[in-house]
C-alpha cells in the first residue's frame, strides 16, 4: 500500500532526526513531524501559507516511509504477540497506510491547481481545497495515536533499546506536559500582554516555562494556525532532542506528583481537620 517512490521536492520543514535513536525516541520524532506537517496545511487554509502543493507531497510521502521505518524498527525488537503491543503495532501500520492515502489526495490537490491559481485561502470542500482538507483528515489524529502507541510499546521494550540517561527531578507534571506536547496539543499564543496557551487538556504555564528553561521543548514561532480567523499564527511547542530522551525515560514509569512551581503545598488532611475543629 506503500505510495511510488518519486523524486521529491524541498519538503515543507527539516524531516531529518539525529541520529541514533531509541525506538521510543523515533516514535516520538515522528509525531513531532506529523503535527508540523498537519499545521502547514491548516496555515494554509488560514490564509497564512503560499507554499505550493509539491512541497506538501514531498513532506507527507516522507512521512508515509517514516512511518513504516518506525514499524520495522518495533518488530526487529521481538516483543511479545500480546496485549497492548499488538494493538500498538497494529495503529502504527493504519497510520501508515492512512498517511499513503493523504499523499494520493495531495497528489491530485497539485494536478487541481491551475499555475495562474491563487493559493490564498481554498475552499475546503471544492477542487485543490478539498483534496487538501480530505489529506489533512487522514494525517489528523497520527500525532496523538503515535505517542498514544509508543506508551504502550516501551513497557515491553528491553532496557538497552530504552535511554538510558535518567530524566532528574521529573516529577508527574512534568511527564504529562511533555506528553500534550508530544502529542501536539500546546499552542502559544500573545494576547492582552501576556501568554495564553491553548490545548486541548489543562497545561500548567509553570510547569511548561520550567520545561522551556530546561531545554526540553522550544517554541516554534508563527508555525501554527490562530485560534480565529484574522488573528496571528500561534507558537508551537515541539520536544527537542534532550525532551525525546527525557520522556523516553518516564512515558512509562510511575513517578511522584509535585505542586506546580511557585503553588504552596496542600496542608495534610489531618492538620487540616484539627486547625478546623480548634
Given at each position: 500500500m506503500?505510495?511510488?517512490?518519486?523524486?521529491?521536492?524541498?519538503?515543507?520543514?527539516?524531516m531529518?532526526?539525529?541520529?541514533?535513536l531509541?525506538?521510543?525516541?523515533?516514535?516520538?520524532?515522528?509525531?513531532?513531524?506529523?503535527?508540523?506537517?498537519?499545521?502547514?496545511?491548516?496555515?494554509?487554509?488560514?490564509?497564512?501559507?503560499?507554499?505550493?502543493?509539491?512541497?506538501?507531497?514531498?513532506?507527507?510521502?516522507?512521512?508515509e516511509?517514516?512511518?513504516?521505518?518506525?514499524?520495522?524498527?518495533?518488530?526487529?525488537q521481538?516483543?511479545?504477540?500480546?496485549?497492548?503491543?499488538t494493538?500498538?503495532?497494529?495503529?502504527?501500520?493504519?497510520?501508515?497506510?492512512?498517511?499513503?492515502?493523504?499523499?494520493?489526495?495531495?497528489?491530485?490537490?497539485?494536478?487541481?491547481?491551475?499555475?495562474?491559481?491563487?493559493?490564498?485561502?481554498?475552499?475546503?470542500?471544492?477542487?485543490?481545497?478539498?483534496?487538501?482538507?480530505?489529506?489533512?483528515?487522514?494525517t489528523?489524529?497520527a500525532?496523538?495515536?503515535?505517542?498514544?502507541?509508543?506508551?504502550?510499546?516501551?513497557?515491553?521494550?528491553?532496557s538497552?533499546?530504552?535511554?538510558?540517561?535518567?530524566?532528574?527531578?521529573m516529577?508527574?507534571?512534568?511527564?504529562?506536559?511533555?506528553?500534550?506536547?508530544?502529542?501536539?496539543?500546546?499552542?502559544?499564543?500573545?494576547?492582552?500582554?501576556?501568554?495564553g496557551?491553548?490545548?486541548?487538556?489543562?497545561?500548567?504555564?509553570?510547569?511548561?516555562?520550567?520545561?522551556?528553561?530546561q531545554?526540553?521543548?522550544?517554541?516554534?514561532?508563527?508555525?501554527?494556525?490562530?485560534?480565529?480567523?484574522?488573528?496571528p499564527?500561534?507558537?508551537?511547542?515541539?520536544?527537542?532532542?534532550?525532551?525525546?530522551?527525557?520522556?523516553?525515560?518516564?512515558?512509562?514509569?510511575?513517578?511522584?506528583?509535585?505542586?506546580?512551581?511557585?503553588?504552596?503545598?496542600?496542608?495534610?488532611?489531618?492538620?487540616?481537620?484539627?486547625?478546623?475543629r480548634?
Amino acid at each position: 500500500m506503500t505510495t511510488p517512490s518519486v523524486p521529491d521536492p524541498t519538503p515543507l520543514f527539516a524531516m531529518d532526526a539525529p541520529d541514533p535513536l531509541t525506538p521510543v525516541e523515533r516514535l516520538l520524532a515522528l509525531a513531532g513531524l506529523y503535527t508540523q506537517h498537519n499545521d502547514r496545511i491548516d496555515l494554509l487554509f488560514s490564509s497564512r501559507s503560499t507554499v505550493r502543493p509539491d512541497a506538501y507531497v514531498s513532506s507527507v510521502q516522507r512521512l508515509e516511509r517514516e512511518a513504516l521505518a518506525c514499524v520495522k524498527t518495533v518488530q526487529q525488537q521481538r516483543l511479545p504477540a500480546i496485549e497492548p503491543v499488538t494493538s500498538a503495532i497494529v495503529r502504527l501500520k493504519q497510520i501508515a497506510y492512512l498517511t499513503g492515502g493523504a499523499t494520493r489526495y495531495l497528489t491530485a490537490a497539485q494536478h487541481a491547481l491551475p499555475d495562474d491559481m491563487d493559493l490564498a485561502r481554498p475552499h475546503p470542500r471544492r477542487g485543490f481545497g478539498q483534496h487538501i482538507h480530505q489529506a489533512r483528515e487522514l494525517t489528523a489524529l497520527a500525532p496523538a495515536t503515535v505517542v498514544d502507541s509508543a506508551e504502550r510499546i516501551a513497557a515491553r521494550l528491553p532496557s538497552r533499546v530504552r535511554t538510558s540517561t535518567a530524566a532528574t527531578g521529573m516529577d508527574a507534571a512534568q511527564r504529562g506536559v511533555l506528553l500534550e506536547v508530544a502529542r501536539g496539543h500546546v499552542l502559544v499564543t500573545e494576547q492582552y500582554g501576556q501568554r495564553g496557551y491553548g490545548h486541548t487538556l489543562s497545561v500548567d504555564v509553570d510547569v511548561l516555562h520550567h520545561l522551556e528553561v530546561q531545554g526540553l521543548v522550544i517554541r516554534e514561532p508563527a508555525t501554527a494556525p490562530p485560534f480565529l480567523s484574522g488573528e496571528p499564527p500561534r507558537d508551537r511547542v515541539c520536544l527537542t532532542g534532550p525532551g525525546l530522551s527525557a520522556l523516553d525515560t518516564v512515558i512509562d514509569a510511575p513517578l511522584r506528583t509535585n505542586p506546580a512551581p511557585g503553588r504552596p503545598v496542600p496542608a495534610p488532611a489531618t492538620a487540616a481537620r484539627a486547625h478546623a475543629r480548634r
